[in-house]
């Protein structure tokens, strides 16, 4: 008689075809699950909420594991109704004024705007797919945080044990190291609540799990970090030395590139190195991914991007996720411009680690990626985030990857192999696993 599979209910907002940067962790949850032999259920919404509005990455679904099912449930949130045909006159007339007269609509289920109404359908949906195959463990990934429902409910219906994974914070500005203007009292008295139950709760950093500690001592002994490592689709990360580099190295920059990214001060920093006449002299940086994480752009980055077009920097448009490793390969040397703040981690930084090239890491030194990439030869620092600074790192880089040889590559692939996805989830997943 075959042994009946485990049965995980994943809830995620951002899933495949989402293009959004948490995307990247829950299909991987879901494929590692998937590989371990567990059978999933993913609990997320339409397609078109993607498709229409925040943008699609469709070469993402073809890298969902076969058998894992997706059950998409509407969230009916007016923010991804772009179709103004459709929206009632008071919304079309006064739509800063429906928004908060709206937003009530969501604080009777769940604080948090926008998304609280979905609460209700949730919970529906998780009962169903428990009557239809018994949920062993539910899984949700935030923001946002009404994922974390599911879990929760089930466990307090039918005793289903329940893990919260922050992908980024509730209450905490990881930016500024305040907490946020939204971080309401009953946010506060809700995160207590979802937590005071959870079989474990999820950080990608240490320094945003000691944060989370002393917001809520009680559940500390169940909080672990499960970063967000690296996943190879298809092509691997651990890329060769490329040939012609003497001719003139090749940067890159992939990423969404955000007013928090210090792109002003990067492009500053870029021309003074160039001025210098040194090995930057006859570079080019490639900046590869979305502008802002809705398509939009500020006038102080297109400024940037336009003074960056004489300096040999130039937009060359986004990538697939199943596409990267090709992307990587024509690089030299990378780029690794983030916001400020000690909780920031990035995704991008353990992807940046595994191909083994060197890194300008063009953030604020005490930002929780340089925890990554610390003691690395492949690892160039800013001094502080300023254009001279920055000139600095990213001449040492050049001078690095100019130097660099195969098996200097080969041994920096090597020490990063440890940040694969693979390796974060593999020990949670086998003690999660039921007896």
């Known amino acids: 008689m075959t042994a009946r599979k485990p049965h995980l209910l994943y809830t995620a907002w951002s899933f495949p075809p989402s293009r959004a940067g948490g995307v990247y962790r829950a299909l991987a949850t879901v494929n590692a699950f998937a590989d371990a032999g567990w059978d999933v259920t993913v609990l997320t919404v339409p397609r078109g909420i993607f498709v229409d509005s925040t943008g699609a990455d469709f070469r993402l679904e073809e890298q969902i594991r076969p058998g894992v099912r997706v059950v998409r449930d509407e969230p009916h949130v007016p923010a991804f109704q772009n179709d103004i045909a459709r929206w009632p006159r008071a919304r079309a007339r006064h739509p800063e004024l429906f928004k908060l007269a709206d937003m009530r609509k969501d604080f009777r289920h769940f604080p948090e705007p926008n998304y609280g109404r979905w609460r209700p359908s949730l919970e529906r949906a998780a009962e169903r797919i428990h009557a239809e195959r018994r949920v062993d463990l539910a ?70 799990r000691q944060w989370h500690e002393r917001q809520h001592p009680q559940p500390a002994s169940r909080m672990r970090v499960v970063a967000n490592g690296f996943e190879e689709y298809g092509s691997p990360l651990t890329v060769p030395v490329r040939a012609g580099r003497e001719q003139g190295l090749v940067f890159g920059y992939i990423g969404t590139i955000t007013d928090k990214v210090p792109f002003r001060e990067l492009v500053a920093g870029w021309a003074i190195a160039r001025a210098r006449g040194g090995p930057i002299s006859n570079a080019r940086l490639s900046l590869r991914g979305y502008l802002g994480h809705f398509g939009t752009v500020s006038e102080q980055l297109q400024t940037a991007l336009d003074r960056g077009r004489d300096l040999g920097i130039r937009y060359e448009g986004p990538v ?11 690089f030299d040397a990378l780029v690794l411009a983030l916001g400020a703040g000690r ?87 086998e003690t999660l696993r039921p007896e």
């Open 139 to 208: 899984i949700g990934t935030a923001n946002p945080h009404v994922d974390f429902i599911p879990g929760w409910h089930l466990h307090r219906r039918f005793g289903v044990p329940y893990v919260m994974d922050y992908r980024d914070a509730w209450q905490l500005d990881v930016f500024t190291g305040h907490k946020l203007i939204t971080a309401l009292p009953v946010v506060n008295r809700w995160e207590a609540k979802l937590m005071a139950n959870a079989r474990e709760v999820w950080f990608v950093n240490d320094a945003i």
């Open 343 to 429: 909780y920031v981690t990035s995704g991008k930084v353990y992807e940046y680690a595994a191909t083994g090239m060197p890194v300008a890491a063009i953030h604020d030194p005490g930002n929780a990626a340089t925890d990554v990439l610390q003691g690395s030869p492949v690892h160039v620092p800013v001094a502080e985030v300023t254009p001279e600074a920055i000139a600095d790192a990213l001449e040492e880089t050049a001078r690095r990857a100019l130097d660099q040889t195969p098996q200097e590559r080969s041994a920096a692939q090597q020490a990063a192999s440890g940040y694969s996805r693979t390796a974060q989830l593999t020990p949670r997943i």
């Open 320 to 330: 697939s996720k199943a596409d990267i490793a090709g992307v990587y390969a024509g």
